[in-house]
């Protein structure tokens, strides 16, 4: 048979003959969003109960930053903090749904909001990477320091000791073995007045940020989970600063453990970033957050994704979370309609969040079907 014929039948062959792919759900469904105050603890396991079981919701994402009473740096607590017995209520509620719960503090970036330094710089301004630039009275974007949110400074030699304290206490009290350290964000990292970082690589910065941290985590058999923004070149895809990095910070990807995991978010278009991550050997997690159109085609694609690789990277196709940006109680005034939240439409983070799991429901639908 000549090499023609054999090219030929070969051709064909590929159309006729679909390729058989395992189908079945997505192995992490889940929802980030602000912890309750203390207030709204019996509601929101109310909520837990009421709407995260019926749409088989098996992770929560409960960004606790300084909202915590933390016994082993009191001087870092928020005014109004949860105790531990608070905790203890949303640990019970989510064990006793099968639902891990995973606490976040935000390390390296987001050490400010608007005109107001959080609580690590407040408390400990040495920590600072850009102590020169100062917070302005009114807080503006564009400006002229670029500043977005400050960032402490990651070779800080009295910096860690205060932040691991923190992570290990929280973990603990969340009885977890996964901490999500946040990281999204980082505009300020080896700055060019810092005494220790001017002048360093900063991909380099950020990775060793990066697997600092997961080390320390993996000495108590806990895993990182943090966003994938920096990660991404924001001008080689067009994603730019925000979804991505325009500071250098994304050829990271490539000095990080393989063993952190990423969560990729995109807001406006369902970009498919969460390929690159897959295919550099992370595990990862797609996260949308107020445009319904958009959730759904993330999810389709999510599940595409596992229905159409190798058994090497399908389990690196991790699922969905649904990202809320407001506060908890704020959410569910806007989910059960007691109050319109107007930012980019009404009640949109509540419209995604139907969305996204509903498109779940359906593609599970779908799959029993074939399995049948």
Same mark, same amino acid.
């Given at each position: 048979?000549?090499?023609?014929?054999?090219?030929?039948?070969?051709?064909?062959?590929?159309? @006729?003959?679909?390729?058989?792919?395992?189908?079945?759900?997505?192995?992490?469904?889940?929802?980030?969003?602000?912890?309750?105050?203390?207030?709204?603890?019996?509601?929101?396991?109310?909520?837990?109960?009421?709407?995260?079981?019926?749409?088989?919701?098996?992770?929560?994402?409960?960004?606790?930053?300084?909202? #915590?009473?933390?016994?082993?740096?009191?001087?870092?607590?928020?005014?109004?903090?949860?105790?531990?017995?608070?905790?203890?209520?949303?640990?019970?509620?989510?064990? %006793?749904? %099968? @639902?891990?719960?995973?606490?976040?503090?935000?390390?390296?970036?987001?050490?400010?909001?608007?005109?107001?330094?959080?609580?690590?710089?407040?408390?400990?301004?040495?920590?600072?990477?850009?102590?020169? &630039?100062?917070?302005?009275?009114? #807080?503006?974007?564009?400006? /002229?320091?670029? $500043?977005?949110?400050?960032? #402490?400074?990651?070779?800080?030699?009295?910096?860690?000791?205060?932040?691991?304290?923190?992570?290990?206490?929280?973990?603990?009290?969340?009885?977890?073995?996964?901490?999500?350290?946040?990281?999204?964000?980082?505009?300020?990292?080896?700055?060019?007045?810092?005494?220790?970082?001017?002048?360093?690589?900063?991909?380099?910065?950020? /990775?060793?940020?990066?697997? $600092?941290?997961?080390?320390?985590?993996?000495?108590?058999?806990?895993?990182?989970? &943090?966003?994938?923004?920096? $990660?991404?070149?924001?001008?080689?895809?067009?994603?730019?600063?925000?979804?991505?990095?325009?500071?250098?910070?994304?050829?990271?990807?490539?000095?990080?453990?393989?063993?952190?995991?990423?969560?990729?978010?995109?807001?406006?278009?369902?970009?498919?970033?969460?390929?690159?991550?897959?295919?550099?050997?992370f595990n990862v997690i797609t996260c949308p957050w107020q445009k319904p159109d958009?959730?759904?085609?993330?999810?389709?694609?999510?599940y595409r994704f596992r229905a159409s690789v190798t058994p090497e990277m399908k389990?690196?196709?991790?699922?969905?979370?649904?990202?809320?940006?407001?506060? /908890?109680?704020?959410?569910?005034?806007?989910?059960?309609?007691?109050?319109?939240?107007?930012?980019?439409?009404?009640?949109?983070?509540?419209?995604?969040?139907?969305?996204?799991?509903?498109?779940?429901? %359906?593609?599970?639908?779908?799959?029993?079907?074939?399995?049948?």
């Open positions: 048979m000549n090499k023609s014929l054999v090219f030929l039948l070969f051709s064909i062959s590929i159309f @006729i003959v679909k390729p058989s792919f395992s189908q079945d759900t997505l192995p992490i469904r889940g929802l980030c969003i602000a912890v309750p105050e203390p207030a709204k603890i019996e509601s929101f396991i109310k909520f837990i109960n009421e709407e995260l079981v019926p749409r088989t919701i098996n992770t929560l994402i409960l960004r606790i930053d300084y909202g #915590y009473q933390f016994e082993s740096h009191p001087e870092l607590r928020d005014k109004q903090t949860l105790s531990k017995v608070d905790i203890k209520k949303l640990v019970d509620a989510c064990r %006793k749904n %099968k @639902i891990r719960i995973i606490p976040q503090l935000n390390l390296l970036g987001h050490q400010s909001g608007g005109n107001r330094v959080n609580n690590l710089l407040r408390v400990y301004p040495g920590f600072d990477e850009t102590p020169h &630039i100062k917070m302005p009275e009114k #807080y503006e974007w564009p400006n /002229a320091d670029e $500043l977005y949110c400050k960032s #402490y400074c990651p070779l800080h030699p009295g910096v860690h000791k205060i932040v691991f304290d923190l992570v290990d206490e929280i973990c603990d009290v969340f009885e977890t073995d996964t901490f999500h350290a946040g990281m999204d964000e980082v505009f300020y990292i080896g700055d060019d007045k810092c005494p220790r970082c001017s002048g360093k690589d900063k991909a380099e910065l950020f /990775a060793g940020e990066v697997n $600092l941290i997961r080390n320390h985590l993996a000495e108590k058999n806990r895993r990182l989970w &943090i966003w994938g923004d920096r $990660l991404i070149d924001g001008k080689t895809t067009g994603m730019g600063m925000w979804e991505a990095s325009m500071n250098n910070t994304d050829r990271a990807i490539d000095l990080i453990s393989k063993d952190v995991m990423i969560c990729d978010w995109h807001y406006e278009r369902p970009d498919q970033s969460a390929v690159y991550f897959a295919t550099k050997g958009v959730a759904v085609r993330q999810t389709q694609d999510m389990d690196r196709f991790q699922g969905m979370i649904q990202t809320i940006w407001t506060g /908890a109680g704020d959410f569910m005034d806007e989910f059960y309609g007691r109050k319109i939240n107007n930012r980019n439409g009404i009640n949109m983070q509540a419209k995604c969040f139907n969305a996204m799991f509903g498109e779940i429901q %359906k593609q599970n639908g779908r799959i029993e079907k074939i399995k049948k």
